[in-house]
């Protein structure tokens, strides 16, 4: 498979790029902060982009899917991420979906799938438990119980928690506290008793929640693959994650970039546009060559997915793009800013929404430093 997109994802990708232009710009998630959205998201637009089939893509058609692979999935999700929509996608697809379909038995699947693939069942990943990225240091216990299983734990940074009906949960069923072994995945109902939900309000005005269990009590049936073997859903769908978060970030990025050497053509100082000045000549450029190195990360993590290559491999690129994209759109956004000058800095602008969402999405799945040495790790070093 070549590292270009054919003529149906191209399509796809200019259907989505006009869809988030016009039914998910800037100015709705600017509304939804404003307004003190209780979703955090526009149900609406989220039922539009399920129509569209995005919800749909990378899932098999026996189970409701399209089966259009993770390219057709990663260019919608780079639209929108030019426009920065706050939508369920993440979570739900990338993540939740990823993990149900990797994991999940078929009955699980044929309940459940369908109804993601349509926009109807909303899903969040319960992993994180501290302020830094760590997927096996979980201390949530899950217990033995008469036909299931007790929760008890804490988490925190669950994307789209607060909303979700049902959580992915990984809790320690055995093994020490940051142990890759005993790790376990239950599907939970959000409303279920025990479980405590508080919304967090991002930076970038997006959705995360810190979530309790108090003696939540699951039936066998909640169990998601094998027992103490959770790490062997976790690690292809974090890998997975990863590369959809990197597409997001590549969309944004972009977005970023072009509206500041718009910026750089319109603004005058000194009778001249200030793009002429050499200094800033030089700094664009470097912006560019960044751009196209994260493109083509990205664009390779994606093709790497859709050839079913080794996990090994996906796992460098997963970390390759997420690394060298995060480091991007770091660069591009505060150079944006700054090339803004003062006016960058205020609410009146749109510019400053990429350098929040940059800085957000860096720390999601892990920073540049924890995918720089997990890379080196994986390369044997």
């Known amino acids: 498979m070549t590292m270009i997109l054919n003529e149906e994802q191209t399509m796809l990708k200019d259907s989505a790029r006009e869809f988030c232009a016009n039914s998910a710009p ?6 939804l902060r404003d307004e003190g959205s209780a979703d955090g998201f526009d149900r609406g637009t989220w039922k539009a982009m399920a129509e569209l089939g995005w919800a749909a893509i990378p899932f098999p058609e026996a189970f409701g899917g399209l089966n259009f692979g993770y390219k057709g999935l990663g260019v919608v999700t780079e639209e929108t991420g030019r426009t920065l929509a706050a939508s369920p996608l993440f979570a739900t697809v990338w993540l939740g979906g990823t993990a149900l379909n990797k994991g999940g038995g078929e009955d699980q699947k044929a309940a459940l799938l369908p109804a993601v693939a349509a926009g109807e069942l909303l899903l969040a990943l319960a992993l994180e438990e501290s302020h830094r990225h760590n997927p096996y240091a979980i201390a949530t216990e899950a217990q033995s119980a008469s036909g299931g299983f007790v929760l008890n734990g804490k988490k925190t940074f ?27 995945l239950f599907l939970v109902d959000r409303q279920a008793a025990g479980v405590k939900v508080t919304r967090t309000r991002m930076v970038d005005s997006r959705n995360a929640a810190n979530i309790e269990f108090d003696g939540v009590a699951v039936g066998d049936a909640a ?33 970023c970039f072009e509206r500041t050497i718009a910026y750089l053509k319109e603004r005058e100082q000194f009778g001249v546009p200030i793009g002429s000045f ?81 800085a957000v999405s860096e720390q999601t799945l892990g920073d540049v430093h924890f995918h720089r040495n997990r890379y080196g790790e994986l390369e044997g070093y």
Do not use: W
């Open 158 to 184: 669950v994307l789209d928690g607060h909303v979700a009906d049902k959580l992915l949960v990984v809790a320690r069923t055995s093994g020490g506290s940051d142990s890759r072994d005993g790790l376990s």
């Open 278 to 358: 050499q200094a800033l000549k030089h700094r664009a450029a470097n912006m560019f060559c960044e751009v196209e190195l994260s493109k083509s990360c990205v664009l390779e993590a994606l093709t790497a997915l859709d050839e079913g290559r080794s996990a090994e491999e996906v796992a460098k690129l997963a970390s390759l793009a997420k690394a060298k994209v995060g480091e991007t759109y770091n660069l591009v956004s505060r150079e944006g800013i700054q090339m803004h000058g003062g006016i960058g800095m205020t609410d009146e602008f749109d510019i400053g929404f990429f350098i929040k969402r940059a």
């Open 26 to 31: 800037i100015s709705q998630l600017r509304k």
């Open 223 to 255: 169990l998601l693959g094998e027992l103490g073997k959770a790490a062997e859903v976790l690690d292809p769908t974090l890998d997975i994650g990863r590369i959809g978060l990197a597409a997001e970030m590549l969309g944004g990025l972009q977005e």
